[in-house]
C-alpha cells in the first residue's frame, strides 16, 4: 500500500472516509450510486466494468461479480470481455459496451462518428449517459484504488462481514 494506514483501520474507510472526508464520502456516492440507479443490463454493465478493470489492473474489481436478484454473469465471461471483439457469447450490446469502454479508457479521441452511430443503433441517448458516467467512475476510482495501493484491501460498504 502506498498510503500509511493507522493499526486497527480500515485502509478504504480510512482513506475515503478520514484522509478527505469532504472528497472521498461524495465520491463513495458517486461509486456505489452507478451499482445502484443502473437501468443497463447486466451484461453490458458488466462488459464494460470488466474492461475498465481489466484496463486498470485494479485487483478488487478484476475479482468482483456484479449481482443482480441473484444473478451472476457467466465464469467464462471475464475471458471473453478481453475478447469483446470475436468472442460468440456476446450480443451486439454487451459488444458495443466492451468497446466503448476501451476506447473510453485508452482513447477517447478515436470515438468517432461511425462509433456514435452503431452506439445509437443499440443504446438510448440516455442508455449512453449512464454508461459514461458508469464508466468514468470505474476508470477513475479503479485507477486511484490501484495507484495507492488500496484495491488488495478493497470491499464494498455493502458487502462487509
Known sequence: ??????????PIGYVW????PGIGVAASKFSLAV????TLGLREFEAARLRIAQINGCVFCLDWRTERDGVKVEE??????????????FDERTRLAAEYAERYALDHHSIDDEFWKR???????KEVVELSMSLGS?????????VLGLDVACVLPSHRS
Do not use: C
Not at 472516509?17 to 478527505?20: I, Y
Not at 451499482?35 to 443502473?38: A, I
Not at 467464462?76 to 457469447?89: M, Q
Open 76 to 89: 467464462e465471461f471475464a475471458d471473453a470481455v478481453s475478447e469483446w471483439r470475436t468472442t460468440d457469447l
Open 138 to 146: 470505474w476508470l477513475a476510482f479503479g485507477r486511484l484504488n490501484h
Open 119 to 125: 452506439m445509437a443503433e443499440h443504446y438510448t441517448q
Open 17 to 20: 472516509g478520514e484522509m478527505v
Open 1 to 10: 500500500m502506498n498510503i500509511d494506514i493507522p493499526e486497527g483501520k480500515d
Open 35 to 38: 451499482y445502484s440507479h443502473t
